[in-house]
Nanobody, 121 residues
Framework: QVQLVESGGGLVQAGGSLRLSCAASGIIFSINDMGWYRQAPGNQRELVATITSGGSTNYGDSVKGRFTIIRDNAKNTVYLQMNSLKSEDTGVYYC???????????????WGQGTQVTVSS
């Protein structure tokens, strides 16, 4: 079994910062792309940021310049530093990782349980 556990969500005022963490555990041979997605009530889940195993990053347009995604491959962990938060950043943030469980095996998309981020205006 492979598990992703997120932490770091909470309530913050507009203009503030939060740092989310997501740690993968279980039977893991390698992890390819990791990323963060979010879903606000009534909306579809959307891309926040992704990072490859080599460190290349991609951000959703609404968070560029404010959020930074970082990963620690030794710890199988990805972080999301969120600065200059806005009320529209409110939602449940989900971590996703493409995990290979054995050499030559398939990449499985694995999701975390989500962590709530609420930004008050």
């Amino acid at each position: 079994q492979v598990q992703l556990v997120e932490s770091g969500g909470g309530l913050v005022q507009a203009g503030g910062s939060l740092r989310l963490s997501c740690a993968a555990s279980g039977i893991i041979f390698s992890i390819n792309d990791m990323g963060w997605y979010r879903q606000a009530p009534g909306n579809q889940r959307e891309l926040v940021a992704t990072i490859t195993s080599g460190g290349s990053t991609n951000y959703g347009d609404s968070v560029k310049g404010r959020f930074t995604i970082i990963r620690d491959n030794a710890k199988n962990t990805v972080y999301l530093q969120m600065n200059s938060l806005k009320s529209e950043d409110t939602g449940v943030y989900y971590c996703k990782a493409q995990i290979q469980r054995r050499p030559g095996g398939y990449d499985y998309d694995t999701w975390g349980q989500g962590t709530q981020v609420t930004v008050s205006s």
